[in-house]
T-cell receptor, first 119, second 114 residues
């Protein structure tokens, strides 16, 4: 069974600090997809990034960056110069195939990391 | 565009009562999902649908039922509510599945069973 572990339950930082959210996954698939979603206080989950298992290039989007390392089964997320608006719950997720090898895109979510950025 | 709309936002049920959580999307998405979010546990898939008339169980389907008679609507039915069903429920959708594109989530329904 696929599994996603976000070992950090809660992280608290002061504005402008950099912060890294860890994500470790387990899968027997050779082709899979990893995701990060953000859940702000309003409750609605918002997509941040999707990465496939064949693309290990790191990605940067503004203050956000992602480090995908297949060798350690990790897909970590870094926020540079954090801001109060970054306060949210962040979920890492992994795609899942069914027994026939067809993926209906069922996602396995990690437990989430609560990030609080203090002014 | 309204996106994914869930109703109600909050509900309190007594043990043994039944209710339907409504979910509708106006983006012509084929794929729709129901997740539940328990504190500290992440989201778990209850049921999903890849198109009208097609539904399948997810990780935690017991105690729930779904139907998908139209592309737009994907209601989740709770029969004989139990305290273990106290959770926040999220409906989500995408056109071709979240492997190919992002999921759009509703704002959630907070359900308490007492």
């Amino acid at each position: 069974a696929q599994k996603v572990t976000q070992a950090q339950t809660e992280i608290s930082v002061v504005e402008k600090e950099d912060v890294t959210l860890d994500c470790v996954y387990e899968t027997r698939d050779t082709t899979y997809y990893l995701f990060w979603y953000k859940q702000p206080p309003s409750g609605e989950l918002v997509f941040l990034i999707r990465r496939n298992s064949f693309d290990e290039q790191n990605e940067i989007s503004g203050r956000y960056s992602w480090n995908f390392q297949k060798s350690t089964s990790s897909f970590n997320f870094t926020i540079t110069a954090s801001q109060v608006v970054d306060s949210a719950v962040y979920f890492c997720a992994l795609s899942e195939r069914d027994a026939g090898g067809t993926s209906y895109g069922k996602l396995t979510f990690g437990q989430g990391t609560i990030l609080t950025v203090h002014p | 565009n309204a996106g994914v709309t869930q109703t109600p936002k909050f509900r309190i049920l007594k043990i043994g009562q039944s209710m339907t959580l409504q979910c509708t999307q106006d983006m012509n998405h084929n794929y729709m999902y129901w997740y539940r979010q328990d504190p500290g546990m992440g989201l778990k898939l209850i049921y999903y649908s890849v198109g009208a008339g097609i539904t399948d169980k997810g990780e935690v389907p017991n105690g729930y039922n779904v139907s998908r008679s139209t592309t737009e609507d994907f209601p989740l039915r709770l029969e004989l509510a139990a305290p273990s069903q106290t959770s926040v429920y999220f409906c989500a959708s995408s056109y071709s599945g979240p492997v190919n594109e992002k999921l759009f989530f509703g704002s959630g329904t907070q359900l308490s069973v007492l």
